[in-house]
């Protein structure tokens, strides 16, 4: 965001156009900045208040009154906010933000120390906004704390925290005084172009205590009542209740309930199945759930949209909290089990399908399940030739929608769709481990896992199995990596399942290479490639195969000392099978590779054109991970050959990527 340009948080809706102007907490938290900059310091404040209060709208409000105060850039990352839901991980949050700060998400572990570094590096000597909305506990705020002088950092959450670290200054959020709620009442009549008289503004007041959010859905209430039904509105309006919260939001709730049609009461019940409020959905989410035509789909979302039952976010509709817990509440007084089964079952197919076609473009590897086939099948060449040419758009659809897709994997177990909980490990493996998303790996291999055992999948278990080893291995789990291995291992002996059999063998070398057992590892390797040439009878993928196992084999010479030679020959046989081959990851991982054991052979000249071959690929690919990685080796080779300037020269891009 340039300087001088209007304050816009990337992350959050536009702020209501009826907001009534809360001067003291907004004056208040203007303050704590002015001081933290007359101080050289970040600001941090702790905004909390119940649901409905407004909080989130006051810091929406607040963005826009500061304008140009931040003009490097002012973010929003919303959190969980449902009780029951999945605690806060720092690191995805962490991680959110960094992407939406412009950081390619490939470049991103879930080590919160790493990530908290790069946002360190990120805000050091630049003014930024940075919103946490929906914060479950305090444990984050000791994360968000940098040197950015003139900066504000904001936590919002229902609860007032007791051990809320020194820095952050609290405020809570009150109800609406009487006057403001009024206005605001006149002001959401007036916005449907109504005439809000004394008599239902101050029904309105006393029935919502104040409560931005009950004010809201009231006002639409009553403006669709018919001219003259005054009468009708003082029913539900007992000054009493507002004691009684959950009872003064059913009340509301219910006038706003027997307004909508059908069609909208039926959305407004079954979109709740959705998983968190927080978690937009699109318009054909929405239209795959309730099982609708596009125009009922609409009409539906634009009628609980008129009556505040349903916001409007970046690229599609969420539910207030509040307004979720009210619909899954109806959902279950009305709908039957298996209707509600129906509709959660349509969901999960939904995303499903779009999970496995993007899945698909990122990697032509073996896969177990009928539905990957025949979605395969069914996209027409023209569609899947774009998307080969755009591969970012098909991990970032699968990055954007990642926690809907975790989400949606326990759902799916919590209700007995197991194959499409298995479906769905298959189907993120791409986007988590290119991403590193080992913590949201580990969920969803391991509910996957207990899916397919339920369900007695002998082949998908042996695969996911494959799948959550790769994890351990990474983590230097050795002993858990070799059991699930092996698992795998007798599964697809017994099943007779060769991809598997050899895919098993080379995930136990690798195990081995990790205990420095070269010699062993190698002759796993060797039994992986005999198998491969003896029973595989498609050419292509005997081909593959074949070549996949000289590359690693190829690998494992190169860490076992005076095999050089037997390196070369296997990663030669690697590279000219994929030199001409749709795969590019794998071909740059096989140069880069062969550059090293070139570098260690003492051929550092020859090492710099393979080297330079798979950094280029690797840019192509957005692999920016591996582009550091080759680098790093570039920059070594041109050390051993003396070459200094070219070493920094490497150091340095390799530090800007």
Not at 176 to 182: E, F, M, P
Not at 184 to 196: H, K, Q, S, V
Not at 630 to 639: E, I, P, Y
Request: proline share 3%; glycine share 6%.
């Amino acid at each position: 965001m340039a300087a001088g340009s209007t304050t816009a948080l990337h992350g959050m809706p536009q702020p209501d156009d009826t907001f009534v102007n809360r001067g003291g907490p907004l004056a208040a938290i203007r303050r704590v900045l002015e001081d933290a900059k007359a101080a050289g310091q970040c600001a941090y404040v702790h905004v909390y208040g119940p649901s409905g209060v407004g909080k989130s709208q006051l810091i929406y409000q607040l963005a826009r009154q500061l304008d140009t105060e931040f003009p490097d850039g002012a973010w929003c990352v919303e959190l969980g906010s449902v009780e029951g839901a999945v605690l806060a991980r720092p690191a995805a949050y962490l991680r959110q933000l960094l992407t939406y700060m412009g950081v390619d998400a490939a470049t991103l572990t879930d080590d919160v120390g790493l990530l908290s570094t790069r946002l360190r590096e990120k805000v050091a000597t630049r003014r930024v906004l940075i919103v946490l909305d929906g914060v479950v506990g305090p444990a984050i705020a000791e994360v968000f704390r940098f040197h950015a002088p003139g900066s504000l950092v904001v936590l919002i959450s229902r609860d007032r925290w007791d051990r809320l670290p020194g820095s952050y200054v609290p405020f809570e959020i009150q109800p609406l005084k009487d006057q403001d709620a009024a206005e605001l009442a006149e002001l959401r009549f007036r916005r449907r172009g109504i005439a809000c008289t004394p008599r239902v503004a101050d029904a309105i007041v006393r029935g919502t205590g104040g409560m931005p959010q009950l004010i809201a859905v009231g006002a639409e209430t009553l403006a669709g009542l018919p001219a003259g039904s005054e009468e009708l509105v003082l029913r539900f309006v007992d000054a009493k209740l507002v004691k009684d919260w959950g009872r003064v939001f059913r009340q509301m709730y219910d006038s706003a309930y027997d307004q909508l049609s059908t069609a909208g009461k039926r959305a407004y019940r079954l979109l709740s199945l959705h998983p968190l409020p927080e978690l937009e959905f699109s318009v054909d989410a929405a239209m795959a759930l309730l099982g609708t035509d596009f125009v009922t789909t609409v009409n539906a979302l634009t009628e609980l949209r008129n009556k505040n039952l349903l916001t409007t976010a970046s690229e599609g509709y969420r539910f207030h909290s509040s307004v979720w817990r009210d619909a899954a509440t109806r959902r279950d007084e009305v709908d039957s089990p298996d209707v509600q089964q129906e509709a959660v079952g349509r969901m999960l197919l939904w995303y499903l399908e779009k999970a496995v076609s993007y899945e698909l473009v990122l990697s032509d590897r073996w896969r177990v399940l009928e539905i990957f086939q025949r979605v395969a099948a069914a996209c027409d060449l023209a569609d899947r030739v774009a998307r080969e040419r755009t591969r970012e758009v098909a991990l970032a659809w699968l990055e954007r929608n990642l926690e809907i897709l975790v989400q949606l994997v326990l759902l799916a177990h919590d209700r007995g769709f197991d194959r499409e909980a298995v479906a769905f490990g298959e189907a993120l493996w791409s986007v988590l481990h290119l991403h590193n998303h080992f913590d949201n790996w580990r969920t969803v291999h391991e509910v996957a896992l207990k899916s397919a055992e339920r369900a007695n999948l002998p082949l998908p278990l042996m695969h996911l199995s494959l799948q959550l080893a790769t994890l351990e291995l990474r983590e230097g789990k050795l002993d858990r990596a070799e059991t699930l291995v092996d698992t795998a291992y007798r599964i697809a002996v017994d099943q007779d399942h060769v991809f598997g059999q050899q895919s098993a063998l080379e995930w136990k070398a690798r195990v081995l290479l990790e205990r420095q057992a070269y010699e062993r590892a190698v002759g796993f390797y060797s039994q992986s490639i005999d198998l491969a040439q003896a029973r595989l009878t498609d050419a292509e993928g005997r081909g593959r195969a074949v070549a996949l196992g000289h590359f690693h084999r190829g690998r494992a010479y190169h860490r076992w000392r005076d095999h050089l030679p037997e390196s070369f020959a296997d990663l030669s046989i690697a590279a000219t099978f994929f030199q001409d081959s749709a795969d590019r990851d794998n071909y740059a991982k096989i140069l880069h590779e062969y550059g090293d054991a070139l570098r260690h052979g003492q051929r550092a000249r020859e090492a710099i054109a393979p080297l330079e071959m798979a950094l280029s690929l690797f840019l192509a690919e957005k692999s920016l991970v591996s582009a550091r990685r080759v680098l790093q080796s570039l920059a070594r080779t041109a050390q051993a050959l003396g070459d200094h300037p070219a070493a920094q020269e490497y150091l340095r891009r390799m530090h800007t990527i």
